[in-house]
């Protein structure tokens, strides 16, 4: 049985960020879309990833809907890299998932909100605008005691239309152009030790060269995963404020959407996530990459 529950509409549009304590009141709005984009990751001894679709079916928010990135993410390249598709494998997946005109999607995820931010970036990346991100996703919901649900839910299908901007991701030629670039601004959001080249997670050894290191988790409560308070997250990325453009990378588009996301929170007006990450800069030796801070 779906728990959908259709109840007078709510027009007002939503905010990029959202609280545990609105959506509790709004669990029944007809025209809000509850997703849950949860991927379950292991990194060592190398990366591992699996669909967060079994711990959603055991517990999630009243009313969610399950969005599998694995599948949503472009099929003909390595699911673990979590790419862009094209409009048309977007816009069914996101019909089906019942968005489209007139809804509104709240998303959160199990781990540090950047899935969510993901499946937000690439929405916004279709044209689609009404969505926001839970603070402190299910991490957040469940240290609250707030509602949880095991029955699943099913929204109405639906059309969904993308307007594609492509200024919102961007390519390796790109980033390479962008390190002479002195108007751009690139943002490493993984790991210090990685960023340095201490590790070596996602094919290669330390960073972009003349990249800014502000990784995916500094900018969280670690016990909420709730965002920090804005004055905090405005002085970690002062830098990228002041530049023209910022472009974001990780190893894969994840991390890179969360700080993206912030990015866009602050009031930036011009970023774009490097989609293919260290994994795909990595894979091209003659690209250069630098260690230290």
């Known amino acids: 049985m779906s728990e959908f529950n259709p109840h007078t509409p709510e027009t007002e549009p939503l905010p990029p960020l959202v609280e545990t304590e609105w959506l509790e009141q709004h669990l029944n709005d007809p025209d809000l879309r509850i997703v849950d984009a949860t991927v379950q990751v292991k990194l060592w001894p190398f990366p591992r990833v699996r669909s967060g679709w079994r711990e959603f079916k055991r517990s999630h928010i009243p009313g969610a809907t399950f969005a599998d990135l694995l599948k ?51 929405l916004r990346t279709f044209g689609f605008d009404d969505a926001a991100v839970l603070n402190g996703g299910w991490t957040a919901w469940q240290l609250e005691g707030r509602p949880v649900s ?99 990378y990780c190893g894969g588009g994840i991390a890179a959407s969360s700080d993206a996301f912030v990015l866009h929170l602050l009031g930036h007006q011009n970023v774009a996530v490097y989609d293919g990450g260290l994994m795909e800069w990595s894979a091209d030796r003659s690209l250069p990459l630098e260690r230290g801070d």
């Open 72 to 122: 949503i993410s472009d099929p003909k390249r390595p699911s673990r890299t979590f790419t862009m598709p094209t409009e048309e494998w977007f816009a069914d997946h996101m019909g089906q998932l019942g968005i489209g005109k007139d809804t509104r999607v709240v998303l959160y995820d199990a781990r540090e909100n950047m899935w969510a931010t993901r499946l937000w970036w690439m």
């Open 150 to 248: 095991s029955k699943p839910c099913v929204y109405p299908a639906t059309r969904f239309i993308p307007h594609v901007r492509p200024e919102l991701i961007v390519g390796k030629e790109d980033v390479l152009t962008a390190i002479e670039d002195s108007t751009t601004c690139i943002v490493n959001a993984l790991g210090r030790r990685q960023h340095r080249g201490e590790r070596k997670e996602y094919g290669g050894r330390g960073h972009i060269p003349g990249a800014k290191n502000v990784t995916a988790w500094e900018i969280l409560d670690r016990k909420t995963m709730r965002y920090r308070p804005l004055e905090e997250l405005r002085k970690l990325f002062l830098p990228m404020m002041k530049a023209e453009r910022v472009i974001t």
